[in-house]
């Protein structure tokens, strides 16, 4: 994917290793924030996915637009924290460009709808740090913390990416920023506030249900992200985008790491319905597709 021409986001951090960030619960205070109160997407990309609890359905559909939002953050931040600078690896110069590319998207998208976008801050950690939601380990790999508005990556999980999941490709690291962004999209229009509202009355099985359309929806807002930059997509980008698509479904890491499939249990989608939405995103180039909320996923 070109992006050599974009400068690296200003909305950027480097925490280093065990640094700091918002919050601070350690790992018993993460706890909380994945049985409802408020972390989304945690984990979105790797094998633990499965710890994650469900977010609930949220009733309606509508424009991307639909909905409030958290509170600003702020922006033109100085891309660096204590002695750690951001944006200076080739992973994070990489990552850093998507998050650009991100912001000058979705700021046309929400300027078409009449609003104003405020972009996410990517922050940037080896191995362990604190996010606004508790604690944030390389394990979990990629999250978004509607708290603070932060996407937070180890680039380590690249490498993992490439050679667990076997979906190589700066087009898959990108889907998998820019799902975590997705998330963000989500956490701005409301999505996050009304589904915190409901969440404490759902089971378990309607939680899961739940977080499988909203992961479904941050899928299928990475391909709209695609399809507006088709003009930077190379030959073999795509199916880069499809194959992560399709190595993270619940299916295939279930059956990868237990042998066998219990789809009650899902939290993300199957690899198929990974797949499709992301197509559907790539295709319509539309946000107002992306409604995982109505009918059949």
């Given at each position: 994917?070109?992006?050599?021409?974009?400068?690296?986001?200003?909305?950027?951090?480097?925490?280093?290793?065990?640094?700091?960030?918002?919050?601070?619960?350690?790992?018993?205070?993460?706890?909380?924030?994945?049985?409802?109160?408020?972390?989304?997407?945690?984990?979105?990309?790797?094998?633990?996915?499965?710890?994650?609890?469900?977010?609930?359905?949220?009733?309606?559909?509508?424009?991307?637009?639909?909905?409030?939002?958290?509170?600003?953050?702020?922006?033109?931040?100085?891309?660096?924290?204590?002695?750690?600078?951001?944006?200076?690896?080739?992973?994070?110069?990489?990552?850093?460009?998507?998050?650009?590319?991100?912001?000058?998207?979705?700021?046309?998208?929400?300027?078409?709808?009449?609003?104003?976008?405020?972009?996410?801050?990517?922050?940037?950690?080896?191995?362990?740090?604190?996010?606004?939601?508790?604690?944030?380990?390389?394990?979990?790999?990629?999250?978004?913390?509607?708290?603070?508005?932060?996407?937070?990556?180890?680039?380590?999980?690249?490498?993992?990416?490439?050679?667990?999941?076997?979906?190589?490709?700066?087009?898959?690291?990108?889907?998998?920023?820019?799902?975590?962004?997705?998330?963000?999209?989500?956490?701005?229009?409301?999505?996050?506030?009304?589904?915190t509202a409901i969440q404490q009355r759902a089971s378990?099985?309607?939680?899961?249900?739940a977080s499988v359309r909203l992961e479904l929806q941050?899928?299928?807002?990475?391909?709209?992200?695609?399809?507006?930059?088709?003009?930077?997509?190379?030959?073999?980008?795509?199916?880069?985008?499809?194959?992560?698509?399709?190595?993270?479904?619940?299916?295939?890491?279930?059956?990868?790491?237990?042998?066998?499939?219990?789809?009650?249990?899902?939290?993300?989608?199957?690899?198929?319905?990974?797949?499709?939405?992301?197509?559907?995103?790539?295709?319509?180039?539309?946000?107002?597709?992306?409604?995982?909320?109505?009918?059949?996923?």
């Amino acid at each position: 994917m070109r992006l050599d021409d974009l400068d690296p986001t200003r909305n950027a951090r480097d925490l280093g290793s065990g640094g700091g960030g918002g919050g601070g619960f350690g790992l018993l205070g993460l706890l909380p924030l994945l049985l409802g109160r408020g972390r989304m997407g945690c984990g979105s990309f790797a094998i633990l996915a499965v710890i994650v609890v469900g977010y609930l359905l949220m009733s309606g559909g509508g424009g991307i637009l639909g909905g409030g939002g958290g509170q600003g953050v702020q922006q033109g931040r100085v891309a660096s924290s204590g002695n750690n600078v951001a944006c200076d690896t080739e992973a994070e110069l990489f990552s850093c460009r998507v998050m650009t590319s991100t912001e000058q998207t979705w700021g046309r998208i929400f300027q078409e709808q009449g609003a104003t976008y405020r972009p996410a801050t990517i922050n940037f950690y080896q191995r362990n740090a604190q996010s606004g939601c508790g604690a944030a380990q390389s394990a979990m790999g990629p999250f978004y913390c509607p708290p603070d508005q932060g996407v937070y990556l180890d680039t380590s999980f690249f490498r993992e990416l490439e050679q667990r999941f076997g979906a190589a490709g700066d087009f898959a690291q990108a889907y998998v920023i820019a799902h975590e962004v997705g998330h963000h999209i989500q956490n701005l229009t409301g999505t996050a506030a009304k589904v915190t509202a409901i969440q404490q009355r759902a089971s378990q099985a309607e939680g899961n249900a739940a977080s499988v359309r909203l992961e479904l929806q941050a899928d299928c807002y990475a391909g709209v992200w695609a399809a507006r930059n088709r003009d930077r997509i190379e030959p073999g980008d795509i199916e880069e985008g499809l194959r992560a698509a399709e190595a993270i479904g619940d299916d295939t890491l279930q059956q990868q790491s237990q042998g066998r499939v219990v789809p009650e249990s899902f939290t993300h989608g199957t690899s198929a319905q990974r797949m499709k939405w992301l197509r559907i995103g790539l295709e319509s180039g539309d946000p107002a597709k992306c409604d995982t909320f109505s009918g059949a996923i």
